[in-house]
């Protein structure tokens, strides 16, 4: 992903975190998805489906696996605004995500309703819908204040951050290696390790 795009997608979600009246830890994703008038809905689905976003003229609704951890749910959630804000242009569309994996889609193909036509997403919509969710529930401005106080690269401290946002402690050490190397990029030190792993990883 450019870094041009990547900073846009930062930017709405930080736009509709504002809007909503939403910037402050844990983010309550019920304002957002009110702003967004999406109904969100904790149903049994298919283990492997973590989430789906249905859009039916002016209806919009989130399915979301209740058998999943929480924070789980509260990413897929996420995932599915990031799908309908940067995704939906217009008409019905349908997505269904198995299994999503911070920066990476893993397809389930055995599932019925995954091959459902207007389903599919590309890899790209994957990924940038997972950048949405990052920045939706670690927004930066907040993240960084959090981990000043912090040492960012403590385990234990990682995990406390993780609770604090209620996202996964897998989440949170992805969003702390991009955020710091964000900065780093900005600051134009285009040699450090860590810069080599952020193409990596996207
Ligand atoms: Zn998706």
Redesign the pocket.
């Known amino acids: 992903m450019s870094r041009h795009r990547t900073e846009s997608i930062e930017n709405d979600a930080l736009g509709f975190l504002r809007r909503a009246d939403a910037l402050s830890v844990p983010i309550d994703l019920v304002k957002v998805a009110r702003l967004l008038e999406v109904s969100v809905h904790h149903e049994t689905l298919e283990d492997e489906v973590s989430?789906v976003?249905l859009i039916k003229g002016p209806e919009r609704h989130i399915l979301v696996n209740q058998a999943h951890h929480p924070n789980r749910q509260r990413f897929s959630i996420a995932?599915?605004l990031?799908?309908l804000v940067l995704h939906h242009k217009d008409g019905d569309r349908l997505?269904?995500?198995t299994h999503?994996k911070l920066y990476q889609?893993v397809g389930a193909p055995s599932s019925k309703v995954y091959t459902e036509p207007g389903s599919a997403?590309t890899p790209q919509?994957?990924r940038e819908?997972?950048q949405f969710a990052s920045a939706l529930l670690m927004p930066a401005p907040l993240l960084k204040q959090a981990a000043k106080e912090r040492d960012l690269w403590d385990e234990l401290d990682v995990s406390a951050l993780a609770s604090m946002f209620a996202v996964s402690e897998q989440a949170m050490a992805i969003r702390l290696q991009q955020l710091q190397v964000v900065d780093s990029v900005l600051m134009m030190e285009p040699n450090r390790k860590s810069a080599g792993a952020f193409h990596e990883l996207h």
């Open positions: 989430g976003l995932h599915e990031g799908h997505f269904v995500d999503i889609r997403t919509e994957e819908a997972n």
